[in-house]
């Protein structure tokens, strides 16, 4: 707590993330998340007269607080002995956290982070808010990121939601990836196709996992360039009917999973990537899984016993 400025008032949620990335909760009371623990350590602290409460929420949680000028020399000196020790800065990773906002003071605080999930519900975001996505790109180090946007609806009614609000939507626009990171994971967001674009050109990006994601229209058109490193491709629960793309625009794709999606054929020129070696599909739609089997069968008269099309059953 050392590291806010003097008579600072400090963000509740925020040094809560901070404990909870330093490992601090070692869940011993099943029933309660990381977050519940450092709310009841927080008010712990209020009880022994450590903190000092400046604003409470509506449920009567500490919303913010400032340090006793005694409490906040002792953590200096303190913070002064464990320098080298710096446990947030030694992390790698962080696990699915919840409503994390991504200030500047925590990006420079979690700077060797490598693999990192965040889940932020859907009542609550806004990308322009206070959460600041935006600065993940400052992680230099990130290699695996996973987003998950969580509420109580069915991808058809995010769907429908998406259609009739564009407004409202959940777009990348204005969000800036790391251009090291390796595996990205998108469950719950609604797109547009422009949006892939950001994401393909991604320089290092090996793996893609799209699901339970709408996008604006239904058509993609992918471009020579993007996706040169990508090796597997997972669509689930899209409204994906089309989609327009050629083989050297995947170069390096080794597997492609197909879930839950409108699509009504997979391109035959997909079959022409000479590094692919699987195909997933459902056993529905039929025209889905006929355009599978051709590809197979292409690749099967060229020579290429090792290719496989995997069927999941519906």
Known sequence: MAGFPEDYEICASELINLWIVEGFFKHLDESK???????????????????????????????????????????IRQGAKEKEKNILLKTYTLSLVTDFVWSRRMVKMT??????????SKEKFDLDSRYRLNNLKYLCRLEKLKLEMNGDFSFRELLLEFELDMRGGFSLRGLNFPLQLRKLTLSGWRLSWSDMTTIGSL???????????ACYGTHWETTEGEFRELRLLLIEQSNLRYWGTEASHFPRLERLILHQCDLNLIPSNIGDIPTLKLIEVDDMPRDLLASAKSIEEKRRNSGNDSFQVRVKRS
């Open 33 to 75: 998340s990381s977050e519940e623990e450092g709310e009841d350590c927080l008010e712990d602290f209020v009880k022994r007269s450590l903190v000092l409460v400046a604003n409470r929420k509506f449920d009567g949680k500490i919303k913010s607080f400032s340090l006793h000028d005694i409490v906040r020399e002792f953590c």
């Open 203 to 213: 320089p290092s990006l090996q793996v893609l996992k799209l699901r339970n994601f």
């Open 111 to 120: 700077t060797n982070i490598k693999k990192l999930g965040i889940c932020y």
